[in-house]
Every structure is written in C-alpha cells, then in structure tokens.
T-cell receptor, first 118, second 117 residues
Framework: AQTVTQSQPEMSVQEAETVTLSCTYD???????LFWYKQPPSRQMILVIR??????QNATENRFSVNFQKAAKSFSLKISDSQLGDAAMYFC???????????????FGKGTKLSVKP | EAGVAQSPRYKIIEKRQSVAFWCNPI?????LYWYQQILGQGPKLLIQ????????DSQLPKDRFSAERLKGVDSTLKIQPAKLEDSAVYLC???????????????FGPGTRLTVL
C-alpha cells in the first residue's frame, strides 16, 4: 500500500521569504501523480500544484514550485516570496495512475501547518 | 462556476444517534468522493462514486456508514449509529472524470464538522 509522510508538523516563515515543505512517499508503482493541497482555516481544500511522475521537469505555479526526486521518493514544495495568505495547512497527496484498483483515490499525508510572520 | 456545496457545516449529536450529510458536486462532474478528516490527520477516502455507481468503498465502515448518489448528482452520507470516534470533518470532492491515462483535479467542498458527544 502507498503511504505519504510529512515529517514537519509545523513550519514558520517570515513574510517575503522562502520556505520548503517536505514530503516523502512509498510506492512500488512507476506511474503516479503527486499533489500539494492547501487547506486554510475555512477548511476548503485547494489544489496548489501537481506533478506527473513520468515528467522529469519540476512543476511550477507562480510562487510555488516542487522538487521532485523520483528515485528518492521525495516531493518537496517551495514557496517563494511568502505572503500572509499562504498561512494554512499543506497536505501532500499521492494518486495512482493504475486504475485497476482505486480509481482517483488520493492518499494524503498528515499535513504541515505553515505560519507566516509579518 | 459554483463550487462543491455541503450541508450542514456543523453538527453536534449524541453517540448512538444518526446523522446525514449532503453534497452537491460541481455541475457536470461525474466522480464524487467522500473523505473523513480526523483532527490532526489528512483526509481519508470513505467512498468514491462514478456517476451513480460505487467505484471504491473499501474503507467505508459499512456496519454504520452508508452513502448514496441518486441520479448521479447529489450525494448523502449517513452514519447510524454514531460513535465518539466518528468526530471528524467530512469532506466531499468532485472531479470531471476519472479515466485511464487521464488526470482530473478534485475540487473540495467546505466540509461538515461532526462532533459526537
């Protein structure tokens, strides 16, 4: 079974600085997708960025970028120029590309609570 | 475009009572998911529907939880009878479609926070 581990329960960053959130996963599959979701205090989960395992190029979305290391099974999120609105819980998630079993099921880590200091 | 709607937002019940949650997915989304998010943890899938058929309910405690999706649109999740450990946020999500080789974003609703006393 696939697992996702986020080893940093809490992180803090100064406004305008850069922070990196860590995520590792375990899988025997070769084709899969990885995601970072943001969950503000209002609880609405929002997709931040996603990565297809077959793509070597790291995904980027404005101030958000990932460092995908497939061999190491590592998927970290870098937030540049941090803003107060970035404060939230961040979840790393895995999804199999093999639809023989669970189709579309996201497997989440426990999350990292990010605080942004003004 | 309207997002995923859920109601109620909050619910407090006594153990052994029953409760139901409602979800209205984004219009046109064929796939609907119910997740359970216990405090301090990431969401865990309870059940997944493709149109009005169940795709995956392997983690649904079927002795007390049930879910249906009538006409492939709205869905209800029911707990009967509730236990203390059912206290959690119940998230509904929907995606356009799940198909081999195709990836579709899951859009989440605001969730229902259930407290069982």
């Amino acid at each position: 079974a696939q697992t996702v581990t986020q080893s940093q329960p809490e992180m803090s960053v100064q406004e305008a600085e850069t922070v990196t959130l860590s995520c590792t996963y375990d899988t025997s599959e070769s084709d899969y997708y990885l995601f970072w979701y943001k969950q503000p205090p209002s609880r609405q989960m929002i997709l931040v960025i996603r990565q297809e395992a077959y793509k070597q190029q790291n995904a980027t979305e404005n101030r958000f970028s990932v460092n995908f290391q497939k061999a190491a099974k590592s998927f970290s999120l870098k937030i540049s120029d941090s803003q107060l609105g970035d404060a939230a819980m961040y979840f790393c998630a895995y999804r199999s590309a093999d639809y023989g079993g669970s189709q579309g099921n996201l497997i989440f880590g426990k999350g990292t609570k990010l605080s942004v200091k003004p | 475009e309207a997002g995923v709607a859920q109601s109620p937002r909050y619910k407090i019940i006594e153990k052994r009572q029953s409760v139901a949650f409602w979800c209205n997915p984004i219009s046109g989304h064929a796939t609907l998911y119910w997740y359970q998010q216990i405090l301090g943890q990431g969401p865990k899938l309870l059940i997944q529907f493709q149109n009005n058929g169940v795709v995956d309910d392997s983690q649904l405690p079927k002795d007390r939880f049930s879910a249906e999706r009538l006409k492939g649109v709205d869905s209800t999740l029911k707990i009967q009878p509730a236990k203390l450990e059912d206290s959690a946020v119940y998230l509904c999500a929907s995606s356009l479609e799940v198909d081999r080789g195709r990836q579709d974003t899951q859009y989440f609703g605001p969730g229902t926070r259930l407290t069982v006393l």
